[in-house]
């Protein structure tokens, strides 16, 4: 299995992609730990998991999160996929000031906050890996908000972090995943955009899946396979960048 003996902490894994990647870790060999605000959800993904531990810790809290990794002892993989309050369908010029602002802020410190406390255990044992994941919007997505410029901070964020962290043997990577169907539900983006409809989405997938290379979306199953092949020791040379898994919507 790729990912045996390795200790992996998943931010959101209560999520619907978070507790995908969470079983797929698992499914692998790893030790996993399964971190959220939610106790109800992240039990739910726990209970599908052979000894995962369970820590409600809001991944905005420095504190929280330190003092969880301290507990949680040595670590070799950190996904972030916790939620940052993106609101989109909204032209930019109309839209509040702090719902553009709110994905830049939350995703950009709590990305921040779970990458360095994972990297600092990470380069004093030489080795390491830090995920995330983000739509890949800040290559320019009308009506999406300040999901671009979210998007756009978290890539440049993993680019540095690769930089100083390679030499110290701990690797930064991340994905770019929009549009995958089994997770765009209209009660998850209604939190999101509250005028969508079950035709609207299937409309959102259709307009999709006719930009990608691919001409189809990609499933969850392939974000969740691909996250444990950068997540293991098979891809070692892999730092610094983000994998297309949008079916070419972006350029990689």
Do not use: C
Request: proline share 4%.
């Amino acid at each position: 299995m790729l990912l045996t003996d390795k200790t992996a902490v998943v931010y959101g894994a209560g999520g619907s992609i978070g507790g995908a990647v969470a079983r797929a870790f698992a499914a692998e060999g790893a030790r996993v730990h399964l971190v959220g605000r939610t106790l109800e959800t992240l039990e739910a993904v726990a209970s599908d998991i052979k000894d995962a531990e369970v820590a409600v810790v809001d991944a905005l809290d420095e504190t929280a999160v330190e003092e969880h990794l301290a507990r949680v002892g040595d670590i070799d993989v950190s996904f972030n996929l916790v939620s940052r309050g993106d609101v989109q369908g909204l032209p930019i010029t109309e839209m509040p000031v702090d719902d553009f602002l709110r994905p830049v802020l939350n995703g950009t410190r709590a990305n921040f906050i779970t990458a360095r406390a994972a990297a600092r255990r990470m380069a004093e044992r030489g080795s390491g890996v830090v995920l995330t994941l983000n739509s890949g919007s800040a290559h320019g997505s009308p009506m999406m908000g300040g999901t671009g410029p979210a998007d756009a901070a978290t890539d440049s964020l993993v680019r540095n972090l690769a930089m100083e962290l390679g030499p110290r043997g701990v690797r930064a990577v991340g994905l770019w995943a929009a549009g995958i169907p089994e997770t765009l539900t209209v009660e998850k983006l209604g939190k999101v955009n509250p005028d969508l409809n079950e035709a609207a989405i299937q409309g959102i997938l259709g307009h999709l899946s006719s930009l990608r290379m691919t001409r189809r979306n990609p499933t969850l199953a392939e974000i969740t396979a691909t996250a444990v092949f950068l997540a293991s020791d098979h891809a070692a040379s892999i730092t610094g960048t983000f994998v297309n898994v949008t079916g070419g919507m972006f350029p990689g």
